[in-house]
């Protein structure tokens, strides 16, 4: 049984469907109409499959056929744990067919997320990858069963499962699904990276991403003609590496092309040969493809659009890019809250490589507890915000205020013509000896330097000053602590900001998102032996 712990109250619903802010129907029927008028145009492609619209419907009919098989009762949630490849939306759309709830998962985790996550859904069905010599998916499902008593059915896509999706899906059994009328209700799960203890499973509905993904369309200057947009980032939580290169082609008769496996090369070189127009990734990819593309002497004519969240881009890395690549589009939000704000091909380069954009429309955001250009936590509620955490009412009860708005935990301020700054963390200050530190401050102007790919500025246990800063590099040659805070000298920050311990490392850990994970980079510093605190004071 689900629990929905922040359902838009029936005056919402009643509302934004009055004013056309949701449909009326389900992103199947959307799916079917192009899979109708154009059936035999490019749907999604991934190093396995090249499939129509005609055939990527009718695939997700015969899953759903499969799902409808089972007996399941409406809502109930089924698991898919997979790469970023095409298997993602087609499971997505068979779950929307057969009125059950679709639960990604990244194929990194293992026994302690996964039995977390399969635990706190209840879910009654998991797909798996199919076996690798490193890993054996089906025997992790194996050893957590016991303490999974609601897992009913464990299928995989591939020869050698108990249950092989691909036969499933040339079955000629097929379930449209064009009776349901669940597009208010939480169908689609999104996960949390994880970036401190377990992930948490946010709830979306139909209507939720019609709004959100229309929208998104509208800042890319997409025009009637089909285009291609590529999911370079991570696209089996759910959220930004699916969402925008994946379902929002989906839903407006363009093709999505996904990879499967991050390096910077591959990431090129998939925009090259298919030539993508739009592209989704995190900051850190962008940041490594363009080195590749300098070195490479590389330019990407058809790419026009780079859509990108999930961490700060410096902004004259942003300019770089926009230069070398593609028009840089940031956006701001969280898996668990949406999305308020978002850059838009019109803005000027300035306001798209210093903010994060302006309110979407229907968004209520405040800064703090007040309003203007005070800094203060960002707070927001809008058509696109979750329906809270899938069973867990707790949780849900912290992450938003008792008025319905999402507590993002990053610090804000908007400016004079109404874009979003995000300055800080909430929680992310460092404090040493009383003065609070913002590691973003230090690290937007740390990244300028030639010597830097990439920065993360923590705070480590110090017995005297409670913490002392530590920055943390991938440098492109020789670097020094002494060079770094001769340059942060330079550019003005305050000696108490001056980092006092310096590491360096060939790459910074991620988590299942692609964004810098703090939490493991942090632990990585505490394993390396310190520096004598005495030694380090300026």
Same mark, same amino acid.
């Given at each position: 049984m689900t629990?929905?712990a922040?359902? !838009?109250?029936?005056?919402?619903?009643?509302?934004?469907?009055?004013?056309?802010v949701?449909?009326? #129907?389900?992103l199947?029927h959307?799916l079917?109409?192009?899979?109708?008028?154009?059936? #035999?145009?490019l749907?999604?492609?991934?190093?396995?499959r090249?499939l129509s619209y005609?055939?990527?419907?009718?695939?997700?009919?015969a899953l759903?056929?499969?799902?409808v098989g089972l007996?399941?009762?409406?809502g109930?949630?089924?698991?898919v744990?997979s790469p970023?490849?095409a298997?993602?939306p087609?499971?997505h759309f068979?779950?929307?067919?057969?009125d059950?709830?679709?639960?990604?998962?990244?194929?990194?985790?293992?026994?302690r997320?996964?039995?977390?996550l399969l635990?706190?859904s209840?879910a009654r069905v998991?797909?798996?990858?199919p076996?690798?010599?490193?890993?054996?998916?089906?025997?992790m499902i194996?050893?957590?069963?016991?303490?999974?008593?609601a897992?009913e059915?464990v299928?995989?896509f591939?020869?050698?499962?108990?249950v092989d999706l691909?036969?499933?899906m040339?079955?000629?059994a097929r +379930?449209?699904?064009t009776?349901?009328?669940?597009?208010?209700?939480?169908?689609?799960?999104?996960?949390?990276?994880g970036?401190?203890?377990f992930p948490?499973?946010s709830?979306?509905s139909?209507?939720n991403?019609?709004?959100?993904? =229309?929208?998104y369309?509208e800042t890319?200057?997409?025009?009637?003609?089909?285009e291609?947009f590529?999911?370079?980032?991570?696209?089996?939580?759910g959220s930004t590496?699916y969402l925008f !290169?994946?379902l929002?082609?989906l839903?407006f008769?363009?093709s999505s092309?996904?990879?499967? +496996?991050w390096n910077?090369v591959a990431a090129l070189?998939?925009?090259?040969?298919e030539g993508? =127009?739009?592209?989704?990734?995190?900051p850190t990819?962008l940041i490594?493809?363009?080195?590749v593309?300098?070195?490479?002497g590389m330019?990407?004519p058809?790419?026009r659009?780079?859509?990108?969240a999930?961490?700060?881009?410096p902004?004259?890395?942003?300019?770089?890019?926009d230069?070398?690549?593609g028009q840089?589009?940031?956006?701001?939000?969280?898996?668990?809250?949406?999305?308020p704000?978002m850059t838009?091909?019109?803005?000027p !380069?300035?306001?798209?490589h210093r903010?994060v954009?302006?309110p979407l429309p229907h968004?209520e955001?405040?800064?703090?507890?007040?309003?203007?250009?005070e800094v203060?936590?960002? +707070?927001?509620?809008n058509?696109i915000?979750?329906?809270g955490?899938?069973n #867990?009412a707790?949780?849900t009860a912290?992450?938003?205020?008792?008025?319905?708005l999402?507590r993002?935990?990053?610090?804000?301020?908007?400016?004079?013509?109404?874009?979003l700054?995000?300055?800080g963390?909430v929680?992310?200050?460092?404090?040493?000896?009383?003065q609070n530190i913002?590691?973003r401050?230090i690290? #937007?102007v740390v990244?300028?330097?030639?010597?830097v790919?990439?920065?993360?500025?923590?705070?480590?246990?110090?017995?005297?000053?409670g913490e002392r800063?530590?920055?943390c590099?991938?440098?492109?040659? !020789?670097?020094t602590l002494?060079?770094?805070?001769a +340059?942060?000298r330079?550019?003005?920050?305050?000696?108490?900001?001056?980092p006092?311990?310096f590491?360096v490392?060939?790459e910074f850990p991620t988590n299942s998102g692609?964004?810098?994970s703090?939490?493991?980079l942090?632990?990585?510093?505490?394993?390396?032996?310190?520096?004598n605190p005495?030694?380090?004071v300026?």
């Amino acid at each position: 049984m689900t629990e929905v712990a922040m359902a !838009p109250t029936a005056a919402e619903i009643d509302r934004w469907v009055a004013e056309k802010v949701w449909r009326t #129907d389900n992103l199947l029927h959307v799916l079917d109409a192009h899979a109708s008028a154009h059936g #035999d145009r490019l749907a999604v492609a991934d190093q396995h499959r090249r499939l129509s619209y005609r055939e990527f419907a009718d695939r997700t009919a015969a899953l759903a056929a499969w799902l409808v098989g089972l007996g399941l009762p409406a809502g109930a949630v089924v698991a898919v744990q997979s790469p970023s490849n095409a298997t993602i939306p087609l499971m997505h759309f068979a779950c929307d067919r057969a009125d059950l709830t679709f639960l990604p998962l990244s194929d990194a985790w293992r026994e302690r997320e996964i039995g977390h996550l399969l635990e706190r859904s209840g879910a009654r069905v998991v797909v798996v990858p199919p076996d690798r010599d490193d890993v054996r998916y089906s025997a992790m499902i194996a050893g957590l069963r016991a303490d999974l008593p609601a897992l009913e059915v464990v299928a995989s896509f591939g020869p050698g499962a108990s249950v092989d999706l691909d036969e499933v899906m040339l079955r000629p059994a097929r +379930h449209r699904g064009t009776g349901l009328a669940t597009q208010s209700l939480p169908r689609m799960c999104m996960v949390t990276s994880g970036t401190s203890g377990f992930p948490k499973i946010s709830l979306y509905s139909d209507d939720n991403l019609w709004f959100f993904l =229309s929208v998104y369309r509208e800042t890319l200057g997409v025009g009637e003609q089909p285009e291609v947009f590529a999911g370079i980032a991570p696209a089996n939580t759910g959220s930004t590496g699916y969402l925008f !290169p994946v379902l929002t082609p989906l839903l407006f008769g363009s093709s999505s092309v996904m990879l499967e +496996h991050w390096n910077p090369v591959a990431a090129l070189d998939l925009l090259a040969e298919e030539g993508a =127009s739009v592209a989704v990734a995190v900051p850190t990819q962008l940041i490594k493809m363009l080195d590749v593309a300098k070195r490479r002497g590389m330019r990407l004519p058809a790419l026009r659009v780079l859509s990108n969240a999930g961490a700060p881009m410096p902004p004259d890395v942003a300019a770089e890019i926009d230069a070398t690549l593609g028009q840089v589009l940031p956006m701001y939000g969280a898996t668990d809250g949406g999305v308020p704000t978002m850059t838009t091909v019109d803005d000027p !380069p300035g306001k798209r490589h210093r903010s994060v954009g302006r309110p979407l429309p229907h968004t209520e955001l405040r800064i703090g507890e007040g309003a203007g250009s005070e800094v203060g936590e960002i +707070h927001w509620r809008n058509p696109i915000k979750s329906y809270g955490y899938l069973n #867990d009412a707790a949780q849900t009860a912290a992450a938003f205020t008792p008025e319905g708005l999402y507590r993002s935990g990053d610090l804000g301020r908007v400016d004079e013509d109404g874009y979003l700054h995000v300055v800080g963390r909430v929680k992310d200050l460092i404090i040493r000896g009383g003065q609070n530190i913002s590691p973003r401050e230090i690290e #937007d102007v740390v990244v300028e330097m030639a010597e830097v790919l990439e920065v993360a500025a923590l705070g480590v246990p110090d017995p005297v000053y409670g913490e002392r800063v530590c920055l943390c590099v991938v440098p492109t040659g !020789p670097l020094t602590l002494d060079r770094v805070a001769a +340059h942060l000298r330079t550019r003005g920050l305050a000696e108490f900001m001056v980092p006092e311990r310096f590491e360096v490392f060939d790459e910074f850990p991620t988590n299942s998102g692609g964004k810098v994970s703090k939490v493991d980079l942090r632990a990585l510093v505490l394993a390396r032996a310190a520096p004598n605190p005495e030694e380090a004071v300026r």
